[in-house]
């Protein structure tokens, strides 16, 4: 049994989706537009908790600001073809998984 999943293991690494996604990561990683992106959405949605917590309501003018960032960010094509190589990659673990819980209540 321990073969056979470190089998599956390889054999998902080795897949192609498994491969475009790491490699479109590493394209996310060097590109500093999307970095930067990434952590000033962090960094307001801090504040905004922030803000929340205290219960001052500028809390809401973040959030508009944070709502901006994230649409920009969801339009950029690499971040696209990085979150849809994603779904591909999830959707193999997913159906691993699934085919892993079929067996083993097979076996049951």
């Known amino acids: 049994m321990e ?4 089998e599956l293991f390889q ?13 479109i990561g590493q394209v ?15 960094k307001l949605q801090k504040k905004s ?8 309501n500028r809390f809401h003018e ?6 901006e960032m994230v649409e920009k960010l969801n339009h950029h094509p690499v971040y696209q073809e990085y979150l849809r190589k994603m779904d591909e990659f999830n ?3 997913s159906e691993s998984s699934h085919q892993i819980e079929e067996y083993v209540n097979s076996k049951i």
Request: no cysteine.
């Open 11 to 23: 054999a998902i690494k080795e897949s192609k989706e498994y491969q475009s996604y790491l490699n």
């Open 28 to 42: 996310i990683e060097n590109d500093t537009e999307i970095n930067d992106l990434v952590n000033e959405i962090k």
């Open 62 to 67: 973040v959030d508009l600001v944070i709502e």
């Open 3 to 6: 073969n056979k999943m470190e």
């Open 91 to 93: 959707d193999i673990l």
């Open 49 to 56: 908790v922030e803000l929340e917590y205290q219960h001052d």
